[in-house]
């Protein structure tokens, strides 16, 4: 999500060469569509946010490891300024492949999320998880070695409600959760090359991640949980996404959704998805009024058919109940699997 001081259309510039030469067309934050075109080669004029400029969030529901998220944060960021990954959740299992921040921590978190059932009182964050910490359970971070990822300047950690100890380094904090999203900020300085945060675990309080920014800048958090369709986004409870509003306002917000649907690649009807993901979105538009909205359409998807590979028919279905959808509009990178499977047969055996 994105936070900008106006209340204007956000531009964006040039985009990863991953994208193409798809065509994105800008939005307002009732859904029409501006006069011009964007291309991925066309750029406005460099802007710098000051202060705490803008806040995206990217709600891509099979991108664990930021893998693409993160192509998109390093555009924006040396376009407009920025430097830090954004969001990181206290522990994941693709930890080991993410290049955008070093992270680790011990086994004995207990991990409640979208597919399990949280016991009553443990609120779901924003990412679907939320972590439980044990006694002694620790989570590090560290950054790498990447342009405007190279140091850590303003942290924040997310946690839900309660109260208990946290020591950071050397030193102890107290978190005092009131609300059911809370914030603990603090600044680093260059000479900081890893942050540890150790918890007690005698007052369980709920942590949902840790934010890594600067002063000043544009800053993408990547939200991704594979194995979903975007519908579970309605799980989380309308206080919860009252406080991110308040706590951690975005911009803008994309949602990126179908892959997980297409399960099924000869099936072409998805009313029963339609209806619940317009609820979803509605509710997110209500709750965050002041925000842009950007729907990519469905990723590609191919199987193979006679002999070859072919885009599923669902595809063209699915990204026709996004596009026709009323109130939102859908960017869609092409059908490309089909081309790039006989071009290097190799590729996919």
Same mark, same amino acid.
């Given at each position: 999500m994105l936070r900008t001081p106006s209340k204007r259309p956000i531009a964006c510039p040039r985009l990863p060469d991953v994208y193409g030469n798809s065509r994105l067309w800008?939005?307002?934050r009732n859904f029409r569509r501006r006069d011009a075109p964007f291309y991925g080669?066309?750029?406005p004029a460099p802007h710098r946010f000051q202060e705490k400029g803008a806040h995206c969030v990217f709600w /891509? !529901?099979?991108d664990r490891g930021d893998l693409i998220t993160q192509d998109l944060r390093d555009s924006l960021q040396s376009f407009f300024g920025g430097e830090g990954v954004g969001f990181v959740p206290a522990t994941s299992v693709?930890?080991? !492949? /993410? =290049?955008?921040i070093a992270h680790s921590f011990s086994p004995n978190w207990t991990d409640y999320h979208f597919k399990n059932k949280p016991p009553a009182g443990v609120e779901l964050g924003i990412s679907g998880h939320t972590f439980v910490p044990a006694p002694e359970s620790w989570v590090r971070f560290q950054p790498v070695k990447r342009d405007r990822l190279d140091e850590f300047g303003e942290v924040s950690i997310l946690y839900g409600k309660g109260a208990g100890q946290v020591r950071i380094n050397e030193r102890s904090a107290a978190l005092q959760g009131i609300g059911k999203l809370n914030a603990y900020? !603090? !600044? =680093? *300085?260059?000479?900081?090359?890893s942050l540890t945060f150790k918890f007690s675990g005698d007052q369980q309080v709920p942590l949902y991640g840790v934010c890594f920014e600067s002063r000043e800048g544009i800053f993408l958090d990547n939200f991704s949980f594979r194995g979903i369709s975007g519908i579970e986004l309605g799980k989380l409870s309308s206080d919860m996404w009252k406080q991110v509003q308040s706590v951690r306002p975005? *911009?803008?917000i994309v949602l990126h959704y179908g892959a997980n649907v297409l399960f099924m690649p000869e099936n072409t009807r998805f009313d029963w998805y339609e209806r619940p993901m317009e609820k979803v979105v509605d509710s997110l538009r209500r709750y965050f009024p002041q925000s842009s909205f950007l729907i990519v359409g469905t990723a590609d998807k191919a199987y193979r058919k006679n002999g070859r590979y072919v885009t599923a028919p669902g595809v063209k279905a699915?990204?026709?109940?996004? /596009?026709?959808?009323?109130? /939102?509009?859908?960017?869609?990178t092409g059908t490309c699997i089909p081309p790039w499977a006989e071009t290097a047969p190799w590729r996919v055996g």
């Open positions: 800008l939005h307002d080669g066309a750029a /891509r !529901f099979h693709v930890s080991g !492949f /993410r =290049t955008t900020s !603090f !600044f =680093t *300085d260059s000479a900081t090359k975005y *911009d803008l699915l990204l026709k109940v996004q /596009r026709n959808s009323p109130k /939102r509009t859908a960017w869609h």
